[in-house]
C-alpha cells in the first residue's frame, strides 16, 4: 500500500529535518534553563515556590505530571535532565531513525516534560513562546521518523502556526499604540525593548527614515507575507524565506529568548526541497508506505486543529484582541501576539543593598549586577538568546506595573538579604561576596542610550536619571 497522496508530502524532506532539528535544540535551551533557574524562582523554597501552585489549581487549568506526584526539586531536576537527553538524541537524529512509534514517543515525551515544568513556573513562565513551544511540539509528534514521508495535513498545521504567530502581531500592533500607525514606534523600540542586545544600541541610532522602513517592514512580514503560506508552490517557499529573514533582523537587534528562532523553525514548513534545489544541493528521498493506522491519526489531528482554531480565528477578528492566549488547557491551538504598545522611555529597578545598620546619609549602597538586564551604565548591553534569563525579562515588566512583581519581588529581596546561593546564581554581580547587607532597597532609574558625542566621550552606552523609590530599605527581622 502506498502513502495516499494527499496525505504524503514527499518533497518537504528538508523542511521537516529543520522543524525536529530546530525543536529539538529549542528544547534543549528550554530544559538547560530550567535546570539552571526552576529551582530557585520556582521550586520547594523558590521565589513563587510551585508546591503552593499546585495546591491551588486544578490539574484541568494547569496539567502537570506534578498533580499526580508530589513535587521536589530533585524530580524537577530529573525531569529537565531526562527532557535535555531526549532532546540532544533528537537533535542528532537517533529517535528520527529508529521505528515510528519510538520517534512519536520521544516527541511526546518531551511535550508532556515541558508541559509539566511550564505549567507550574508560575510568573516566570508567563510567556508567549512557552505556549508556542508546546503547539510546535505537539504537531512534532506526527511529523515522522526518516523511513516515511513527511504528513502534509502536519506540514499545513505548521502553516497555519506561522499564519497566526505572524498575522496575529500585525493585527496587535495595526489596532494598538498610534506609533505604529505613524510608523514611529522603531525609534523608540530599541532602545526600550525588554532585553537589549549588543547591536541594539547602534540600531536605535539609524536616521528616522530607515525607522520608518523598519515599521513598514513589520507590517509588510505580519499583514501581507503570512498570506502566501496558503499559497501553492514556489510563492509559500518565498514567503517563508522572506519571513524567515525579517526574524533574523529580530534576532540581530535584540534579545527575544527563543521566540523568534522557533517562529523561523515553524516558517520551514513552508520550504519546498524542489525549490530549495535550485541553491542547495537536495537530494531527493525514497520512503517507504506509510502505516494506515498512522494515517489516521494524522487525519484526526486536522480534524483536532481545524476544531480549535474557532476561538483563535474570533480572537483574530475581534476588536478587543488578546495576545498570547491559551482557549484548551494543553495549549495545542493558541493566538499569539507582541508589542502593541511600545514604551517611549525606559525605566529600569536598581536593587541594593548596604552594610550600615540604618539607611542614612552615609550609607554605602551596593548594586547588584544581573545578567543580562541593563545595569552599568559602560557595560554593553550582552547578547543573552535563544537562552532565556526570566528574572532579567520580569524586572522588565517590574516598572510597567508592580502588579508583575507582587508575589515575588519582596520575596526575591529577602534571598539577598539572606545571601540565599540559589538566588544569586541567578545574578552577574554579588556585592557582598563575604557576608550579607544588613539593608536592601530597589530604586527607580529612568535609562536611554547615549548619544554618539556621549559615548565617545565616556565609553558609557547608557545614561541614566534617579526617579524615585521603588521598595524601601527592608531588613530581616531580629
Known amino acids: 500500500m502506498s502513502p495516499m497522496p494527499e496525505l504524503a508530502a514527499p518533497d518537504y524532506a528538508f523542511a521537516r529535518f529543520l522543524i525536529e532539528r530546530g525543536l529539538a535544540a529549542i528544547y534543549l535551551i528550554g530544559f538547560i534553563v530550567a535546570l539552571d533557574q ?4 520556582a521550586g520547594e523554597h523558590g521565589l513563587e515556590p510551585a508546591p503552593d501552585f499546585l495546591a491551588r489549581v486544578r490539574f484541568r487549568d494547569a496539567p502537570s505530571i506534578f498533580h499526580a506526584i508530589r513535587f521536589t526539586d530533585a524530580r524537577l531536576r530529573a525531569l529537565a535532565a531526562a527532557g535535555a ?7 542528532l537524529g537517533l529517535p528520527e531513525a529508529a521505528p515510528l512509534p519510538v520517534s512519536m514517543l520521544a516527541w511526546f515525551g ?14 516566570f513562565y508567563g510567556f508567549g513562546w512557552e505556549t508556542l513551544l508546546l503547539e510546535a511540539g505537539f504537531l512534532a509528534i506526527l511529523l515522522g521518523n526518516d523511513a516515511i514521508a513527511p504528513p502534509l495535513i502536519v506540514l499545513l498545521a505548521y502553516r497555519w502556526l506561522g499564519f497566526r504567530v505572524e498575522f496575529g502581531a500585525g493585527l496587535i500592533k ?40 523598519e515599521a513598514v517592514g513589520n507590517f509588510v512580514a505580519q499583514l501581507v507575507l503570512p498570506w502566501g503560506l496558503l499559497l501553492p508552490q514556489p510563492f509559500a517557499s518565498i514567503a517563508a524565506i522572506l519571513m524567515i529573514v525579517t526574524q533574523l533582523y529580530l534576532v540581530v537587534s535584540g534579545n527575544y529568548a527563543w521566540l523568534n528562532w522557533i517562529t523561523i523553525v515553524v516558517m520551514t514548513s513552508a520550504l519546498a526541497d524542489p525549490v530549495l534545489r535550485t541553491f542547495l544541493p537536495i537530494a531527493a528521498s525514497a520512503y517507504a508506505p506509510t502505516p494506515p493506522w498512522f494515517e489516521v491519526v494524522v487525519v484526526g489531528l486536522g480534524i483536532l486543529v481545524v476544531g480549535l482554531s474557532y476561538a483563535p ?6 476588536p478587543h484582541q488578546a495576545m498570547n492566549a491559551s482557549f484548551d488547557p494543553f495549549r495545542l491551538v493558541n493566538t499569539y501576539g507582541a508589542f502593541g504598545s511600545v514604551s517611549r522611555v525606559r525605566d529600569e529597578i536598581v536593587v541594593e543593598g548596604t552594610l550600615a545598620d540604618a539607611p542614612g546619609p552615609d550609607a554605602e549602597w551596593r548594586e547588584y549586577g544581573f545578567r543580562g538586564k541593563p545595569g552599568d551604565l559602560r557595560r554593553l548591553a550582552p547578547q543573552v538568546a535563544p537562552y532565556h534569563d526570566r528574572l532579567d525579562w520580569l524586572m522588565w515588566f517590574l516598572p510597567l506595573s508592580p502588579i508583575y512583581g507582587e508575589r515575588w519581588f519582596v520575596p526575591f529581596l529577602v534571598r539577598l538579604l539572606e545571601n540565599d546561593p540559589a538566588t544569586i546564581r541567578l545574578l552577574r554581580h554579588n556585592p ?18 547615549t548619544s554618539w558625542r556621549e559615548w565617545r566621550a565616556t565609553g ?14 527592608i531588613r530581616l527581622r531580629a
Not at 526552576?38 to 524562582?41: D, G, Q
Not at 518531551?110 to 510568573?123: K, P
Not at 557582598?432 to 542610550?449: G, I, K, M, N
Open 110 to 123: 518531551l511535550w508532556i516534560a515541558y508541559q509539566s515544568i511550564g505549567n507550574i513556573g508560575g510568573t
Open 460 to 473: 558609557a552606552w547608557w545614561s541614566r536619571a534617579p526617579i524615585g523609590e521603588f521598595v524601601r530599605p
Open 313 to 318: 480565528v474570533l480572537n483574530l477578528l475581534s
Open 85 to 91: 537527553v531526549v532532546s540532544m538524541a533528537l537533535l
Open 174 to 213: 495595526l489596532r494598538g499604540d498610534p506609533c505604529w500607525r505613524e510608523l514611529t514606534c522603531m525609534e523608540f523600540h530599541h532602545e526600550t525593548q525588554p532585553m537589549p542586545n549588543p547591536l541594539s544600541w547602534f540600531f536605535h541610532h539609524l536616521p528616522r527614515p530607515l525607522h520608518r522602513i
Open 432 to 449: 557582598f561576596p563575604d557576608r550579607p547587607p544588613t539593608l536592601v532597597r530597589a530604586r527607580r532609574f529612568r535609562y536611554r542610550f
Open 38 to 41: 526552576f529551582p530557585a524562582l
